[in-house]
């Protein structure tokens, strides 16, 4: 398992779409969401209908995830963010005013009309190249 | 966004094999892990190395998800499950003992000697079909 270098992080968060954000709901337990996203200038942001999502993560630590398999090098690869979400839906000055010009496209229905931002404290990530030769195969061949 | 049915859940999770678990840390912080899994029984089972999800897991309630967006089809899915994770890597009687058998292969390396078994309490699925085409046409040309 190698740690992934802070530029390559990046560059994977950049060129994706799609992840998951992880939040903590009132009794301390865990609920995991997929969203599509936008990442630029340390800040990832998405969008979101009503629901829990808009309820537990402005003013939450958050955890952000995005990943990777590609079953024919038998390579692996995730990235994560750690943050803190902010709801920028009503931007009060010019920085979170020019993200809600960012291309976050949610491919599910809804107007998800709530924009959360979450600023990122650190960033890690982390890849592999598989020695698993079944686990290999077993996925390249579904 | 449709609610996916009981069966259709359990089907797509018997049917593939890489998901993302989210734990919360002595901080009330979320993270999440991708891990390969065997699902079977009602009960999620994967293997850790030593680390903060073997120290974080065992004895919680955590949150496991899988998704899927097919381009082609403009079609996405994803499968949620809770319940409180288990140490099973020694098993005291015959329903865990068994589930040691069971092909949990992890792709990464290491040899991930832990066996965590995840008692599901709840498992829900929710899918769409993008209305979205920018989202589909973006996602298709990647």
Tied chains: 1, 2.
């Excluded at 939040?23 to 209908?49: A, H, K, M």
């Excluded at 079953?71 to 750690?82: E, H, I, P, T």
């Excluded at 890690?124 to 290999?136: H, I, K, L, V, Y």
């Amino acid at each position: 398992m190698e740690t992934l270098g802070d530029q390559e992080c990046l560059q994977l968060l950049r060129s994706h779409d799609l992840g998951r954000i992880a939040v903590v709901d009132r009794l301390v337990r865990p609920l995991i969401f997929p969203v599509n996203y936008f990442f630029d200038e340390g800040i990832l942001v998405f969008r979101s209908n009503p629901g829990s999502k808009l309820d537990l993560a402005p003013g939450a630590i958050v955890c952000f995830e995005i990943d990777g398999w590609d079953a024919d090098q038998a390579v692996g690869w995730s990235v994560l963010v750690k943050g803190i979400a902010h709801d920028i839906t009503n931007p009060r000055g010019a920085p979170t005013g020019r993200m809600r010009y960012w291309p976050v496209q949610p491919a599910a229905p809804g107007s998800h009309e709530h924009w959360i931002g979450i600023w990122a404290n650190e960033i890690t990530g982390r890849g592999f190249r598989s020695d698993n030769q079944r686990a290999a195969t077993r996925s390249n061949s579904e």
